[in-house]
C-alpha cells in the first residue's frame, strides 16, 4: 500500500550518490519533454523576486562550468534527463512515485521509499544547508527543479493495477496506444500534443547544445502565454508547498482524466481510455487543459519555493 512519504533525515552527499547508484532502474521515467520542463524553469524564473533570481542565476553559473549547455536557469530544467541520454541511470527512481489507481481491486506490491517525493525533499534540505558546497547546491537546484515539473505531470504520481497488469503500468508506460503516441506515458510528456509547435527546442537525439536567444525567448513567450491564460488566482492551493500534497493532488488527475475522462465525447459517447485506443478530439482537448494547467501550477510553486528558500531572511 502506498503511504505519504517522511522525510528521512538528512543524508550526506556522499550517502546520496551512493544510494543512487545502489538503485539503478530499468523502466523509461523521462517526464515532460524539455521544452515542458524549460517553460516550468521559466515561469518560475519570472516570478523569483530579486535575492533569489541573483541566487539561481549564480547556482547556473556554477553548474555550466561542467555542462556547457546549461547556459540559463532555465536549462536545469531538462538537465536531469540529459544525464539519463547520456547512460547515467542511478537517479531514475528519483523521478516518480506509484500511487496506485487500482482497478480491480488487487494486491499492490511495496514501492521504493526513495522516490520523487523523497528527492525534493532531500534537493530542499541541501540546499538550505549552509555546510553544503556550491556544486552540490548546483547541482540539486537542477533536481529540485526538474522533480518539481515531473510530479505535477500525473503519470509520474500514478501507476495502475489490473488483473491484466498486477505489477502496473508504470506511469503508463505499459499502456500502449495508436495513433501519435506509442504509449500513455508518452502522450502526457508531450503535453497531449498541445505544444506541439516548441518541439524542436532541444530536440531529441541532438547534441545538447546552449540555447540561442531567440530560444529562450521563444520559451519566454510561452511562459508568459500560460500565465496569462492561468493566473495565480485559478489556483487555489498553489501556495500549499508539500510535495506529498502534489502527489496526491497528480494521482487524483490521473484516476478522472489521464485514464478516461468523465463525460461524453464529440460523438456523444461515454469516453474512457482504453489499452491500444487513439486517443479521440474529445479526450484530447481535456487532457492539454489538463496539462497546460498542471505545468503552470508547476512553475508558480517552484518561484515560490525558491524565493522562501533563497529570501534574505537567515
Not at 503511504?3 to 538503485?23: D, E, G, N, V, Y
Not at 537546484?141 to 493495477?161: K, Y
Not at 496539462?291 to 501550477?297: D, F, G, H, I
Not at 510553486?301 to 529570501?311: G, P, Y
Request: a neutral charge.
Amino acid at each position: 500500500m502506498w503511504m505519504p512519504s517522511k522525510m528521512p533525515p538528512r543524508f550526506s552527499m556522499k550517502k546520496i550518490l551512493f544510494l543512487a547508484l545502489a538503485l539503478m532502474a530499468t523502466v523509461q521515467v523521462k517526464a515532460w519533454w524539455d521544452h515542458g520542463h524549460m517553460v516550468t524553469a521559466m515561469i518560475a524564473y519570472l516570478n523569483l523576486n530579486k535575492t533569489a533570481r541573483a541566487k539561481v542565476d549564480s547556482l547556473t553559473a556554477v553548474l555550466r562550468r561542467d555542462y556547457p549547455q546549461v547556459n540559463h536557469f532555465i536549462v536545469t530544467g531538462p538537465w536531469p534527463d540529459d544525464l539519463k541520454a547520456d547512460g547515467v541511470h542511478a537517479y531514475d527512481t528519483w523521478h516518480y512515485t506509484d500511487i496506485p489507481v487500482n482497478v480491480d481491486g488487487i494486491a499492490i506490491p511495496d514501492q521504493p521509499e526513495v522516490d520523487i517525493v523523497w528527492a525534493i525533499n532531500q534537493s530542499t534540505s541541501i540546499l538550505k544547508a549552509a555546510q553544503s558546497k556550491p556544486v552540490e547546491k548546483a547541482r540539486f537546484l537542477a533536481f529540485l527543479t526538474h522533480f518539481v515539473s515531473d510530479l505535477h505531470q500525473p503519470l509520474h504520481a500514478t501507476s495502475r493495477f489490473t488483473n491484466d497488469v498486477p505489477g502496473g503500468d508504470e506511469g503508463g508506460n505499459l499502456f500502449p496506444l495508436k495513433g501519435t503516441w506509442r504509449n500513455l506515458h508518452a502522450m502526457w510528456d508531450d503535453a497531449c500534443g498541445s505544444l506541439s509547435k516548441y518541439n524542436d527546442i532541444r530536440p531529441f537525439g541532438k547534441p545538447k547544445v546552449p540555447l540561442t536567444e531567440a530560444q529562450i525567448e521563444s520559451v519566454r513567450d510561452l511562459a508568459k502565454d500560460l500565465m496569462k491564460q492561468y493566473p495565480e488566482k485559478s489556483f487555489p492551493n498553489l501556495g500549499t508547498l508539500d510535495p506529498d500534497f502534489w502527489a496526491l493532488e497528480s494521482n487524483k488527475l490521473a484516476a478522472k482524466y489521464v485514464y478516461g475522462v468523465k463525460g461524453k465525447d464529440d460523438q456523444g459517447r461515454n469516453q474512457y481510455l482504453r489499452p491500444n485506443d487513439e486517443p479521440t478530439p474529445f479526450y484530447l482537448e481535456q487532457a492539454q487543459e489538463v496539462a497546460r494547467k498542471q505545468l503552470t501550477l508547476s512553475g508558480y510553486r517552484l518561484a515560490a519555493m525558491l524565493n522562501e528558500m533563497f529570501s534574505e531572511k537567515k
